[in-house]
C-alpha cells in the first residue's frame, strides 16, 4: 500500500533552477528517507530526517519535514542534468519496512 | 566499501519455473530487505530480516515466495512456479538500524 504521495509526478526545469518535490504521508513515522533512481534500477540514499527534525542539509539538498501536517519537501538548489532521475520518498513507522510514494520524474533540461 | 550486491541482475524464465535471487548484504548491516519494483504496483515491500529471523513478511505476495538468510548476511529469495505477474525488478537493501536503507542494483525478472 502507498503511504507516501509525491508531488508533482513529473517536473522539467531549466539547468540552474532549483528543483522542488513534495511529499506527502498518513501515518505517525519514525524517519522519511528521499531516494534517487536511474534508469529503473538501484536506489540511491539521499538523505534520512527523523521525525524530532525539521530541516536537513546535504550539499545541494535540503530537505524540510512537518510532521503537524505529514509533509517533506526536497529541494535541489542549481540544478543539473545529471540529477535528471526519479526521486521517491520513503517513510519509516519502526526502524524497519520503507513505504514508498510513486516517484517524480525530474528532467533537468541543459 | 562494498555495497548491496545482487545476483544475477537480469533472469529470463519460463512460466512454471522456479526462480532463485540472491542479496549479498553489506558487511555488519543486521537488517535486510526485499522489495520488489513493477510498472503497475511502484515499489513494494516483501520482507524484513533481522538477523536470521524475519519479524515482517507481510509483502510476500503469495505462498509462492519464500526467502530466508543464514549467518546473519546473504539471503536467498525463492519464487515457486512462476506466473507472468512475478515479472519486476527485485530490490534488496541493508541497513544498521535505524539507520538509513543503502540498496542493491536489483534482479530484473522476466517470466514468459
Known amino acids: 500500500s502507498q503511504q507516501g504521495e509525491e508531488d508533482p509526478q513529473a517536473l522539467s526545469i531549466q539547468e540552474g533552477e532549483n528543483a522542488t518535490m513534495n511529499c506527502s504521508y498518513k501515518?505517525?513515522?519514525?524517519?522519511l528517507q528521499w531516494y534517487r533512481q536511474n534508469s529503473g534500477r538501484g536506489l540511491v540514499h539521499l538523505i534520512l530526517?527523523?521525525?524530532?527534525?525539521r530541516e536537513k542539509h546535504s550539499g545541494r539538498l535540503r530537505v524540510t519535514l512537518d510532521t503537524s501536517k505529514k509533509s517533506s519537501s526536497l529541494l535541489i538548489t542549481a540544478s543539473r542534468a545529471a540529477d535528471t532521475a526519479s526521486y521517491f520518498c520513503?517513510?519509516?513507522?519502526?526502524?524497519?519496512?520503507?513505504?514508498f510514494g510513486k516517484g517524480i520524474t525530474l528532467s533537468v533540461r541543459p | 566499501g562494498a555495497g548491496v550486491s545482487q545476483s544475477p541482475s537480469n533472469k529470463v524464465t519460463e512460466k512454471g519455473k522456479d526462480v532463485e535471487l540472491r542479496c549479498d548484504p553489506i558487511?555488519?548491516?543486521?537488517?535486510l530487505y526485499w522489495y520488489r519494483q513493477s510498472l503497475g504496483q511502484g515499489l513494494e515491500f516483501l520482507i524484513y530480516f533481522q538477523g536470521n529471523s524475519a519479524p515482517d513478511k507481510s509483502g510476500l505476495p503469495s505462498d509462492r515466495f519464500s526467502a530466508e538468510r543464514t549467518g546473519g548476511s546473504v539471503s536467498t529469495l525463492t519464487i515457486q512456479r512462476t506466473q507472468q505477474e512475478d515479472s519486476a525488478v527485485y530490490l534488496c537493501a541493508s541497513s544498521l538500524p535505524p539507520r538509513e536503507q543503502f540498496f542493491g542494483p536489483g534482479t530484473r525478472l522476466t517470466v514468459l
Open positions: 520513503a517513510t519509516d513507522e519502526a526502524n524497519s519496512k520503507l513505504t
Open positions: 530526517i527523523r521525525s524530532n527534525e
Open positions: 558487511s555488519g548491516h543486521t537488517a
Open positions: 501515518t505517525s513515522i519514525n524517519n
